[in-house]
């Protein structure tokens, strides 16, 4: 009997009225379907995690591309961790031209961009578990997160700023272009 | 990104540029952006209940587990929509330079900037006043003439009055981050996908006038309520009434070209058929009213389970429980209103990708022996080639490879207790959520490949094409400063990289598809 489709736990609203839906779609906005549409949404296959890695190479560079590789195959890291996969990282594509371990400087301004980009997600814990909200407050590791979902939505990047362009005219699209700036990190 | 530093970085601004911005907010195609948002919503469900656990004294039972999962969802809920109705504040003396849509003059005033702040951490969308007290730097020569900036641009012109009304009142603040909403533009992708849809399955007039409905649906949903807007994830849209419909349609649309000529000849030159009657064939044709059947609800079935009562019986609209019935010239009783089922076209799309693929990739035997099993349910090989109408030794090849790829599943039911193979019955069955995951992934490979490919190719290029961007090429022309052969080449290498961001296109087209359309 094929499996009935259960809503993923992730997912808070039931599927029952649309409101509830679109509340829990904006949870999480560039993720799941609460209607548990596609379970393929929270699960990563191996294609598409090298699809990830794929875009990440071409929209930022090699630098973030060797990066992005570790983050889609670990998962959740904090920076030392992350630093640490780097250096043993084994070689990529990616990693053809770039021999060496980027530097560390490089790696946190990958960081940032990728944050600013809305494809990392970071998190600064305490001891216990409990989110930091303050930036002033000292202590805490941060954490840094991968959204595999947010990477695959770039490539639709060109449709939407056509859509834009054709709604409001040549402003708009100038504006969607500079929301997504393109940085490479070499 | 801040709206601030969005508005320094554009290279040219005029005066509509904030409305257009507050407009893109209010109509849900960009969204405030806060730290919330940055985090992942794994960790913030599990940061909330931790600290949901702490707050409880003692060990916490499965109902009071229960009761910390609620409290999460609700909480996260409640911030979601607090952020939801940020970034913008009530239009004061100060926004005057901007351009209005409705009516309203007056004197020019300077605007101002709040303070860009630039940290590692994204900042709390959400402090729009304090910013407002903070400004210390007028915005150099922002003040405009002292004509009243009623300059229109186009796109206002098409808003509808409670817009209009609405984007006079509010604008945006200039602290606020942005991020696009890709669900809402997502909304456009669904719309033409739908509209190939039924251009295939009928033709582009009934296509035209489903995308009409459709985007009525889609208007009044961004009409309604603050905060609500249409979605990809909306399974059924909102109810469309036939005679506003009709009324809007614009008069270049010709609807009797959708019909046959010989369709309304009967009729008596009195009763020549107006646009609400074309509209009303159309629906009863789109909604299947002929189909007696089709009122028992049996029609369109639910998610779930039951994928396998996939019938060519679809009904791509539903009618509405008015009471009013409408008939059409040719005899149907419609309903006055009806709505849009966008899962019912989601689930057709995604069957004809799979067998469009299974097709391809495999060849016409398995495509019709998916076509059986999915029909049919679970079958041993005997019932499937009869069914299929193919040999027994074709089905038996087809079963097979279609099992290694893991589309089909095998059901085993012995018929004792001993488990032998020879006393066993062996049902092949469609794991549709399995095919569809299949699927999915091969589209990732496809995708992943060909940007590779594509990527291989510029490397190879890669002199040619840098010699391609200089400035005396682009201003000469190719054909005077590259050699013969070189433009050859670099003709060549562009064919080709087109070819292949066209097929990198529609692969990225079919697996949102297989995504993001609802089930």
């Known amino acids: 009997m094929p499996p009935k489709r259960a809503a993923p736990s992730k997912a808070t609203a039931s599927a029952a009225p649309t409101n509830a839906a679109q509340i829990a779609e904006q949870e999480d906005p560039t993720s799941l379907n609460p209607d548990g549409m596609s379970s393929s949404r929270t699960t990563h296959s191996r294609e598409k995690l090298k699809l990830c890695e794929q875009i990440v190479l071409n929209h930022f560079g090699p630098v973030a591309a060797q990066i992005a590789t570790v983050l889609l195959?670990?998962?959740?890291?904090?920076?030392?961790?992350?630093?640490?996969?780097?250096?043993?990282?084994?070689?990529?594509?990616?990693?053809?031209?770039?021999?060496?371990?980027?530097?560390?400087?490089?790696i946190l301004h990958t960081l940032l961009i990728l944050v600013q980009h809305n494809v990392l997600f970071h998190i600064r814990l305490d001891a216990d578990g409990s989110i930091i909200d303050d930036i002033d407050e000292p202590g805490g590791t941060e954490h840094f997160e991968i959204n595999p979902e947010a990477i695959l939505v770039r490539a639709r990047f060109g449709t939407y700023m056509q859509q834009a362009e054709r709604l409001w005219g040549q402003e708009v699209r100038r504006s969607c272009d500079y929301s997504q700036p393109r940085h490479f990190v070499h | 990104m801040q709206v601030s530093d969005?508005?320094?970085?554009?290279?040219?601004?005029?005066?509509?540029?904030?409305?257009?911005?507050?407009?893109?907010?209010?109509?849900?195609?960009?969204?405030p952006s806060t730290l919330l948002s940055h985090i992942s919503p794994r960790d913030v469900r599990i940061a909330y209940t931790n600290e949901e656990r702490k707050k409880f004294k003692g060990i916490p039972g499965p109902k009071d587990l229960k009761t910390f999962e609620e409290a999460v969802k609700d909480r996260i809920a409640r911030e979601r929509a607090e952020t939801r109705g940020e970034g913008y504040r009530q239009r004061d003396e100060r926004d005057v330079g901007q351009a209005i849509c409705g009516g309203g003059s007056g004197t020019a005033n300077g605007k101002s900037k709040s303070t860009k702040k630039r940290k590692l951490a994204v900042d709390d969308g959400d402090e729009d006043d304090d910013n407002d007290s903070k400004r210390?730097?007028?915005?150099?020569?922002?003040?405009?003439?002292?004509?009243?900036?009623?300059?229109?641009?186009?796109?206002?012109?098409?808003?509808?009055?409670?817009?209009?009304?609405?984007?006079?009142?509010?604008?945006?603040?200039?602290?606020?981050?942005?991020?696009?909403?890709?669900?809402?533009?997502?909304v456009h992708i669904r719309d033409e996908v739908l509209y190939n849809l039924m251009s295939s399955i009928f033709n582009p007039t009934t296509a035209a006038l489903y995308i009409k409905i459709v985007e009525a649906a889609d208007a009044r949903r961004s009409d309604e309520a603050q905060g609500a807007w249409p979605s990809v994830a909306d399974r059924q849209s909102d109810l469309v009434s036939l005679t506003l419909l009709s009324s809007s349609l614009p008069s270049s649309m010709q609807l009797n070209k959708g019909f046959d000529k010989t369709m309304f000849m009967t009729l008596s030159t009195n009763n020549k058929p107006v646009t609400y009657d074309f509209v009303a064939e159309y629906v009863a044709l789109l909604s299947r009213a002929e189909d007696i059947t089709a009122r028992s609800g049996a029609m369109n079935p639910g998610a779930g389970g039951e994928a396998a009562l996939a019938t060519?019986?679809?009904?791509?609209?539903?009618?509405?429980?008015?009471?009013?019935?409408?008939?059409?010239?040719?005899?149907?009783?419609?309903?006055?209103?009806?709505?849009?089922?966008?899962?019912?076209?989601?689930?057709?799309?995604?069957?004809?990708?799979?067998?469009?693929?299974?097709?391809?990739?495999?060849?016409?035997?398995?495509?019709?022996?998916?076509?059986?099993?999915?029909?049919?349910?679970?079958?041993?090989?005997?019932?499937?080639?009869?069914?299929?109408?193919?040999?027994?030794?074709?089905?038996?090849?087809?079963?097979?490879?279609?099992?290694?790829?893991?589309?089909?599943?095998?059901?085993?039911?012995?018929?004792?207790?001993?488990?032998d193979p020879n006393r066993t019955f062996f049902l092949y069955y469609l794991d549709y959520p399995k095919a569809l995951a299949w699927?999915?992934?091969?589209?990732?490979?496809?995708?992943?490949?060909?940007?590779?490919?594509?990527?291989?190719?510029?490397?190879?290029?890669?002199?040619?094409?840098?010699?391609?961007?200089?400035?005396?090429?682009?201003?000469?022309?190719?054909?005077?400063?590259?050699?013969?052969?070189?433009?050859?080449?670099?003709?060549?290498?562009?064919?080709?990289?087109?070819?292949?961001?066209?097929?990198?296109?529609?692969?990225?087209?079919?697996?949102?598809?297989?995504?993001?359309?609802?089930?």
Request: glycine content about 4%.
């Open chain 1, 73 to 106: 195959q670990r998962g959740r890291v904090s920076l030392k961790d992350l630093e640490r996969f780097l250096g043993t990282a084994t070689a990529t594509r990616a990693t053809r031209d770039a021999d060496a371990v980027p530097p560390k400087s490089q």
């Open chain 2, 6 to 31: 969005l508005l320094a970085q554009m290279p040219s601004t005029s005066t509509s540029t904030r409305p257009l911005i507050t407009h893109l907010l209010l109509s849900a195609y960009l969204m």
């Open chain 2, 136 to 186: 210390n730097r007028k915005k150099a020569g922002a003040s405009s003439n002292a004509s009243t900036p009623r300059a229109t641009a186009s796109w206002m012109k098409s808003l509808s009055e409670s817009q209009k009304t609405r984007l006079d009142s509010v604008i945006v603040t200039d602290a606020t981050y942005l991020r696009l909403n890709f669900d809402r533009f997502d």
């Open chain 2, 312 to 419: 060519s019986a679809i009904r791509y609209l539903i009618p509405g429980t008015t009471n009013t019935d409408v008939t059409t010239p040719t005899g149907s009783r419609v309903s006055s209103s009806c709505s849009v089922d966008f899962a019912a076209a989601g689930r057709k799309l995604k069957w004809n990708l799979l067998k469009q693929t299974v097709e391809g990739v495999f060849g016409e035997t398995e495509a019709r022996v998916l076509g059986v099993l999915r029909r049919e349910g679970k079958l041993e090989e005997q019932h499937v080639s009869k069914l299929a109408l193919l040999s027994l030794s074709d089905t038996r090849e087809a079963c097979e490879r279609l099992f290694a790829a893991s589309i089909i599943a095998l059901q085993e039911i012995p018929k004792s207790s001993m488990r």
């Open chain 2, 439 to 519: 699927l999915s992934d091969r589209f990732h490979r496809a995708h992943a490949r060909v940007a590779q490919r594509r990527d291989a190719e510029r490397e190879r290029y890669r002199t040619l094409l840098n010699k391609a961007q200089r400035t005396d090429v682009k201003t000469d022309g190719v054909d005077k400063v590259l050699s013969r052969v070189e433009v050859q080449r670099l003709k060549d290498c562009t064919d080709r990289l087109r070819l292949l961001t066209v097929a990198e296109a529609r692969v990225e087209r079919q697996s949102w598809v297989l995504s993001r359309m609802p089930m």
